[in-house]
Nanobody
Framework: VQLVESGGGLVQAGGSLRLSCAASGRTGSRYAMGWFRQAPGKEREFVAA????????SVAESVKGRFTISRDNAKNTVYLQMNSLKPEDTAVYYCAAKFVVIDSLYYTGASQYDYWGQGTQVTVSS
């Protein structure tokens, strides 16, 4: 599976961005999806995750109420809507996919994922 993120950029604090992650390859299989981010000098951290069907999702406490994850399986795409952005949201954002058999699970650990995109830079200016 190949993952390609898009939608990053430079935005002022309080602004919004929508990241997209398009999957290609073995898209006939079921994949739970996640978003992670990594700021300079910091560890990669969990942002949001969603089950294959999209019925269940989770976001990190630091972005709760501001970020929303969603997916469109017909388009093989997962989205991260980011509102009320803050300078501390500045990071490279990565999407990840994990092959699943059970639809009801999502995953918050980076080591649980099988495939990763190259990342897209998000910079929030103050």
């Amino acid at each position: 599976v190949q993952l390609v993120e898009s939608g990053g950029g430079l935005v002022q604090a309080g602004g919004s961005l929508r990241l997209s992650c398009a999957a290609s390859g073995r898209t006939g299989s079921r994949y739970a999806m996640g978003w992670f981010r990594q700021a300079p000098g910091k560890e990669r951290e969990f942002v949001a995750a969603i089950t294959w069907s999209g019925r269940s999702a989770s976001v990190a406490e630091s972005v709760k109420g501001r970020f929303t994850i969603s997916r469109d399986n017909a388009k093989n795409t997962v989205y991260l809507q980011m509102n009320s952005l803050k300078p501390e949201d500045t990071a490279v954002y990565y999407c990840a996919a994990k092959f699943v058999v059970i639809d009801s699970l999502y995953y918050t650990g980076a080591s649980q994922y099988d495939y990763w995109g190259q990342g897209t830079q998000v910079t929030v200016s103050s």
